[in-house]
């Protein structure tokens, strides 16, 4: 279809290592976010991109977390040194201009043990 | 800093109407939205209203905002188990500083 993607869909992983968290946006949307969503919490904003650009990165947790989005397309979430307490939902979203509609992705459960 | 708040849990009789509450406190929102939310799936925007509307109705839906109280609420009519999910209100704008925040989702629960 053509919605928002989302890969891989779950990820477990050990405490300490390094995982990476992919989507794939609409063709032609050109904003992209990334959220988070804890067991029985609501979704915490993590960064959003205009294009390439993200312009405000204060939502990330902390230094172990970036993101990156290359050719206005595909983004990457990447952890590192993964702490159990970034076990979560990760779910990223796009839209064709801020403040619209945001389309969801399926997202990627993330487990780390 | 700026905030959206809902109650956390909502049971219904199945063909009643549902009313699901939402506050916030950034009276620059531009919009306001209510997402659903079903099990194991992602977000989907069910309806959107205008800062500059007062009530905005789509078939079961009806929206209703309260710019003074900064209230937001939902209304579904006739409502169906197929209707049990988490439903999340946001708010966004885009003058100054961009934001897009969500409240903390209302789980509806619709006994047959």
């Known amino acids: 279809g053509a919605g928002v993607s989302q890969s891989p869909s779950n990820k477990v992983t050990e405490k300490g290592k390094d995982v990476e968290l992919r989507c794939d946006p609409i063709?032609?949307?050109?904003?992209l976010y990334w959220y988070r969503q804890s067991l029985g919490q609501g979704l915490e904003f993590l960064i959003y991109?205009?294009?390439?650009?993200?312009?405000?990165k204060s939502g990330l947790p902390s230094d172990r977390f970036s993101a990156e989005r290359t050719g206005g397309s595909v983004s990457t979430l990447t952890i590192q040194r993964t702490q159990q307490e970034d076990s979560a939902v990760y779910l990223c979203?796009?839209?064709?201009?801020?403040?619209?509609?945001?389309?969801f992705g399926p997202g990627t459960r993330l487990t780390v043990t | 800093g700026e905030d959206v708040e809902q109650s956390l849990f909502l049971s219904v009789r199945e063909g009643d109407s549902s009313v699901i509450n939402c506050t916030y406190t950034d009276s620059s929102s531009t919009y306001l939205y209510w997402y659903k939310q079903e099990p194991g799936a992602g977000l989907q925007l069910l309806t959107y209203?205008?800062?500059?509307?007062d009530m905005k109705q789509d078939q079961r839906l009806t929206v209703l905002l309260n710019k003074k109280d900064k209230h937001l609420s939902l209304r579904i009519a006739d409502t169906q188990t197929g209707d049990s999910a988490i439903y999340f209100c946001a708010e966004s704008t885009t003058s100054g500083t961009y934001k897009y925040i969500f409240g903390t989702g209302t789980r509806l629960k619709v006994l047959a």
């Open positions: 979203a796009s839209s064709t201009g801020l403040a619209g509609e945001q389309y």
């Open positions: 209203i205008f800062s500059n509307m």
């Open positions: 991109f205009q294009g390439n650009s993200a312009p405000d």
């Open positions: 063709s032609g949307h050109t904003a």
